[in-house]
């Protein structure tokens, strides 16, 4: 099975993945059968877990304040929908050329409620959405940061993430140990609006790795103008707070504390970071309106000066 793991991990390295990991069946064990990946595939006995950076350079427009439609293309859409869907299917290829299938699974928000009924008595409702956070902390890619994002070692929380379900068995990866989030709380101290409750922070435990998360009024996230997109694929999933001034400043911490491996010659911010405090209608951020050129932030979805 090694010679298999060597086999994955030299096709992905030719493909661009940034972050691979592996888990067994048990790591799922205490997954509800409506997010686990094996209601998918019961036979299956590996979850892999493919990531790719969102490259720093996708959040300098929002950082600057001066372009957010460049990272709904190379920071979200494209890198979900075209790097990593292409490195996810080749992978699929890889397997089953060694005579195992795969199962490709596209990072739907697993937060949504089923949109279908059972087919047969015991098997949960359709569209089962595994929770892309659980696999990766569960394949040893990262843990859920304080600000309850994902974070590794090597980009905190700038990647993306596509899953395979094999019944392949493949050594699993270990958890990660170390952990990444310094507990600074800057992105508490950031966030305008005050969505991130670190006193009320709580600890979440996934397959005996403790992490502590704050509680975060995702209410507040969806109204948020600071870099926030509204999910573009549910609109009443979370949004997409990797851009936001929360994480941004994360972002920085993690840089300045050095505990990164995707290292920089200068440092993230340049200059003070903008805010606004108030906030927009949803009605105003409405997914349609969230077109790659108007973005989030235009209130008619056009693109430049009327
Ligand atoms: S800003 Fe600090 S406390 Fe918040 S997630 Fe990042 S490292 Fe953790
Ligand atoms: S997305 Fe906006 S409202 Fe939510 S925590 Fe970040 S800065 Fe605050």
């Known amino acids: 099975m ?3 793991k060597d086999l994955i991990n030299s096709a992905m390295e030719k493909e661009g993945i940034d972050l691979i990991g592996f888990a067994g069946k048990d790591r799922f064990a205490s997954v509800d059968a ?8 019961p036979e299956g006995k590996t979850v892999i877990m493919l990531g790719k950076r969102i490259c720093r350079g996708a959040l300098r427009g929002v950082e600057e304040g001066t372009n957010f439609g ?3 293309l190379f920071g979200s859409n494209w890198l979900e929908d075209e790097f990593l869907s292409l490195a996810c299917y080749n992978l699929v290829r890889v397997l089953e050329n060694e005579g195992w299938e795969a199962v490709p699974l596209f990072p739907n928000p697993s937060d949504v409620p089923p949109m279908g009924v059972s087919v047969a008595e015991g098997r949960p409702a359709p569209n089962v959405f595994p929770d892309f956070t659980y696999a990766a902390v569960a394949c040893g890619i990262g843990e ?3 600000n309850g994002l994902l974070l590794t070692p090597e980009y905190g929380s700038r990647q993306r993430f596509h899953m395979i379900i094999t019944d392949a068995e493949i050594e699993p990866t270990p958890l990660q140990e170390a952990s990444v989030c310094l507990k600074c709380g800057k992105c508490a101290a950031a966030c305008p609006l005050g969505a991130v409750d670190i006193e009320n922070a709580e600890e979440i435990d996934i397959c005996g790795k403790k992490m502590t998360v704050a509680k975060i009024n995702y209410d507040l996230c969806r109204d948020c103008k600071n870099g926030a997109c509204a999910n573009r694929l549910a609109k009443a999933s979370k949004p997409d707070r990797i851009p936001a001034l929360c994480n941004r400043t994360c972002l920085c911490s993690l840089e300045e504390a050095g505990v990164l491996g995707n290292k920089f010659e200068t440092p993230f911010r340049k200059r003070d970071a903008w805010a606004i405090g108030g906030k927009v209608s949803a009605e105003e951020r409405s997914s349609e309106k969230n077109n790659v050129l108007g973005g989030a932030y235009s209130v008619d979805g056009n693109r430049g000066a009327k």
């Open 144 to 146: 859920i940061g304080m």
């Open 70 to 72: 460049d990272y709904r």
């Open 2 to 4: 090694n010679q298999l």
């Open 34 to 41: 409506q997010h686990n990946p094996f209601s998918i595939f």
